[in-house]
């Protein structure tokens, strides 16, 4: 199935494309976007680079593809990770945890998610923009939650959403690194880490 240049792409469930974007992740997490060619990338899998073509239109595309579905994994994991009927508290850990544990585990894929937006084209990248948006979401409500009953206690909800999805996010760019090497130990820490900048109950 091809895969076509479009606001939302279909990401192609097929062995050669999933391989490509593979092979493409490996390549962009090591040398960057703008470091790596289609040719580097049909050359990890033994391939002409014209044998991208019929899945990926071009390397930006490709791109996209990976990006857009990253974001959509990551917008589904927070979701399913909210226990949405718990104390606020129960769930920014439950979030933080899951969102810091992704980016640990997938940690080349977050790379390229994560900081290689800006060679995307301006419509793809206002597409992912929203994704991102969604997620920003997910966090944000919980922690107005938590200020609404008073389990939390911020100076600025619109901050600290920031601080901590940015907080989950980095750990993709040095993970392993700095004495970890297992994700749900760094995934502990994070979410106990955005309890206190919440000032919420450590140990809910």
């Not at 494309?17 to 490996?26: G, S």
């Amino acid at each position: 199935m091809t895969e076509q240049s479009t606001d939302t792409p279909v990401v192609s469930s097929s062995k050669a494309a999933a391989r490509i974007r593979e092979a493409a992740i490996e390549a962009f997490a090591e040398n960057g976007y703008g470091g790596t060619t289609t040719r580097d990338i049909a050359a990890r899998l033994g391939l002409s680079p014209a044998a991208m073509y019929p899945h990926y239109r071009s390397k930006e595309d490709l791109l996209f593809a990976i990006s857009y579905d990253g974001h959509v994994r990551c917008v589904e994991l927070l979701r399913d990770a909210d226990p949405t009927d718990a104390t606020p508290a129960v769930r920014l850990h439950a979030v933080v945890h899951a969102f810091t544990a992704w980016h640990a585990t997938h940690h080349a894929r977050g790379r390229v998610v994560q900081y290689e937006l800006t060679a995307l084209s301006p419509e793809h990248y206002g597409t992912i923009v929203e994704l991102r948006r969604d997620i920003s979401r997910i966090v944000k409500r919980i922690i107005r939650s938590g200020v609404t009953d008073g389990s939390f206690v911020v100076p600025d909800v619109e901050g600290v959403n920031l601080a901590i999805n940015s907080l989950c996010v980095d750990v993709c760019r040095w993970f392993p690194g700095g004495g970890f090497t297992d994700p749900d130990a760094v995934a502990d820490l994070y979410a106990e880490l955005a309890l206190r900048m919440v000032g919420g109950p450590v140990g809910r």
